[in-house]
């Protein structure tokens, strides 16, 4: 990874300049990781099995009361 770095008067690095495509990949590494922590979280609480047309109904509801507020 090629990487700049901004400094004060007294050689502190403050910043860090990178490339926007190795930002860009960093980010999107960041969030899959995100995504896989919150499936682990999910997969270790209480799980409940509903058919799809309930889950799509109860999804609704929650989009709607969204929306009123």
């Known amino acids: ?7 004060d008067g007294h050689s502190n690095k ?5 490339p ?8 999107d590494d960041l969030e899959e990781l995100e995504d896989i922590k919150l499936y ?9 099995f509903v058919d799809a047309e309930q889950a799509f ?3 609704e509801e929650a989009r709607r009361k969204n929306e009123d507020l």
């Open 1 to 7: 990874m090629k990487t700049q770095f901004v400094t």
């Open 14 to 18: 403050l910043a860090v300049i990178l």
């Open 20 to 27: 926007i495509r190795e930002y860009n990949k960093m980010v």
């Open 40 to 48: 682990d979280a999910a997969k270790k609480g209480k799980q409940e």
């Open 57 to 59: 109904q109860e999804i």
